[in-house]
């Protein structure tokens, strides 16, 4: 069964609004999880690495304004895309790092965030 | 962590063994082979990972070449469900770092 689960699986909001996606670790807890976007027909690119009691990591290019992440506990982080915009339409999946397995990364399901 | 690389497709007949190659020739000594798999409009699925010797679950086999220059991810009995694509990624397993992917082989398995 899943071991990491995301929330919600779609979405569709308005241009301008804000949208929350959580990201938990069923069962263990994660002192890193990582947050991905993926556009269609294209591989999964890394936008930060979500670390619990920190402030994320983002990768170069990704605007942590705009892309708000919080790690407040072992088994939550989430991704708030502020003022989204249509091209923020996109496929977002995280991943938890379980230590307990061999450090192995399990991902979640996956949010489709639609932006009209 | 060290590059992979794949081929882009790959067909395989149902029931057959589907066979994914794998290079990672400047892999380091710390760094695992994982193995992941994405179909379509879902989060990536991990597989199985290893360091040098085989491994097997209860989804797949991995070979590691002696050199650990390159492994192959054996599938035993493909289905249609094992249509996706499929992920080979090195990562230094003592580290806290993350799978960066590459664009992965497309395995269409075909009845």
């Known amino acids: 069964g899943a071991v990491v689960s995301q929330h919600p699986s779609w979405v569709i909001c308005k241009s301008g609004t804000s949208v929350k996606i959580e990201c938990r670790s069923l069962?263990?807890?994660?002192?890193?999880m990582f947050w991905y976007r993926q556009f269609p027909k294209q591989s999964l690119m890394l936008m930060a690495t979500?670390?619990?009691?920190?402030?994320?990591?983002?990768e170069q290019g990704v605007e942590k304004d705009k892309f708000l992440i919080n790690h407040a506990s072992l088994t939550l982080s989430t991704l708030t895309v502020t003022s989204a915009h249509p091209e923020d339409s996109s496929f977002y999946i995280c991943?938890?790092?379980?230590?307990?397995?061999?450090?192995?990364?399990?991902f979640g399901e996956g949010s489709w965030l639609t932006v009209v | 962590d060290a590059k992979t690389t794949q081929p882009t497709s790959m067909d395989c007949a149902e029931g057959r063994a589907a066979n994914l190659p794998c290079n990672h020739s400047?892999?380091?000594?710390?760094?695992?082979v994982y193995w992941y798999r994405q179909i379509h409009s879902q989060g990536p699925q991990y597989i199985i990972h290893?360091?040098?010797n085989n491994e097997t679950n209860e989804m797949a086999s991995l070979i590691i070449t002696e050199d650990r220059k390159s492994s192959t991810l054996i599938l035993p009995h493909a289905t249609l469900r094992d249509t996706a694509v499929y992920y080979c990624?090195?990562?230094?397993?003592?580290?806290?770092?993350?799978?960066?992917f590459g664009k992965g082989t497309k395995l269409s398995v075909k009845p």
């Open positions: 991943s938890a790092r379980r230590q307990a397995s061999g450090n192995t990364i399990y």
């Open positions: 069962d263990f807890q994660a002192t890193t």
């Open positions: 979500s670390n619990e009691g920190s402030k994320a990591t983002y």
């Open positions: 400047t892999i380091s000594g710390n760094e695992y």
């Open positions: 290893g360091l040098k």
């Open positions: 990624i090195a990562l230094d397993g003592g580290s806290q770092g993350n799978l960066i």
